[in-house]
Nanobody
Framework: QVQLVESGGGLVQAGGSLRLSCAAS????????MGWYRQAPGKQRELVAT???????NYAGSVKGRFTISRDNAKNTVYLQMNSLKPEDAAVYYC???????????WGQGTQVTVSS
């Protein structure tokens, strides 16, 4: 069992920055890749960024160059630094983790990001 808890969401003006955090607990030895997804009202959940245990990253084209995903394995925490935020970035952001075998995925409860123009 893995638990993921996101924090850092809130209201920010367009052009501003936020840093989201996701702390993992439980059977953390089972975790391989971690990532961030987001879901806006009326839209499907979409990938934002992922990072492997070894530090390889990938990003959605819409956030590349503005967002940075990182992880601190010692703290069992993954971060999403969001810069130059746009109104279209507003969504509930969810932390995700997958198991070493790829057989399991876990999700956090989500944290709301609101961007005002």
């Amino acid at each position: 069992q893995v638990q993921l808890v996101e924090s850092g969401g809130g209201l920010v003006q367009a052009g501003g920055s936020l840093r989201l955090s996701c702390a993992a607990s439980g059977s953390i030895f089972r975790i391989n890749a971690m990532g961030w997804y987001r879901q806006a009202p009326g839209k499907q959940r979409e990938l934002v960024a992922t990072i492997t245990l070894g530090g390889s990253t990938n990003y959605a084209g819409s956030v590349k160059g503005r967002f940075t995903i990182s992880r601190d394995n010692a703290k069992n925490t993954v971060y999403l630094q969001m810069n130059s935020l746009k109104p279209e970035d507003a969504a509930v952001y969810y932390c995700n983790a997958e198991s070493l075998s790829g057989s399991f995925q876990w999700w956090g409860q989500g944290t709301q990001v609101t961007v005002s123009s």
